[in-house]
């Protein structure tokens, strides 16, 4: 589950566990005969009463609830990160009918750690998507021209030896004095 589905979730979550509160308390004051808490519900009502379905007013609202609903929908089924990447079978190695799958992390830390051991890289970090390596090097001092080829390629040549040489490396370099 991707961390914006996790925030949404939480804040729906959280929106209707108050709203149902509120709504608890109002119609406990209601059958108590005791005044409205946040709700004025007899003023809502008698305003909803008049409402017809052709009122601008009624179709604006219920527009606004149908686009919040599909906007919630999207975000729900938006694929996140993956967690594990499949790995090819390597010949001679693995028996026929198994799959070898890698930790998404541990991926990253491999490139990572490659990307350290180039010259002039002083940090690396490293997020992998489903079709893409992102590799964000920093160096420290002001990065040399030819350092993103020789990150791109390390990277690629790591990719190529795990056997997901489908991921597209996208390398990007900083150094001081740059941003």
């Known amino acids: 589950m991707s961390l914006l589905v996790r925030i949404v979730s939480v804040l729906l979550a959280l929106v209707l566990f108050l709203g149902g509160l509120l709504a608890a308390a109002e119609i406990g004051l209601a059958q108590l005969r005791q005044p409205a808490l946040l709700v004025p ?36 089924l938006r694929r996140g990160r ?27 830390r491999i490139l990572a750690a490659s990307t350290n051991r180039v010259s002039g890289v002083e940090g690396a970090a490293v997020a992998i998507t489903r079709r893409r ?19 791109t390629e390390t990277v690629t040549r790591e990719l190529g030896e795990l056997g997901l040489d489908r991921l597209r490396p996208a390398v990007s370099v900083t150094g001081k004095g740059r941003r």
């Open 41 to 76: 519900h007899r003023q809502w009502a008698a305003w909803l009463r008049v409402q017809v379905w052709e009122s601008p007013t009624t179709r604006a609202v219920l527009a606004a609830m149908v686009l919040l609903g599909l906007l919630l929908v999207l975000v729900a």
């Open 82 to 108: 993956p967690r594990t990447l499949a790995l090819p079978p390597r010949e001679g190695q693995t028996p026929a009918g198994v799959e070898t799958h890698a930790s998404r992390r541990s991926v990253e």
């Open 133 to 151: 390596a992102r590799v964000r090097a920093s160096t420290p001092t002001r990065s040399e021209p030819e350092l993103p080829t020789e990150v």
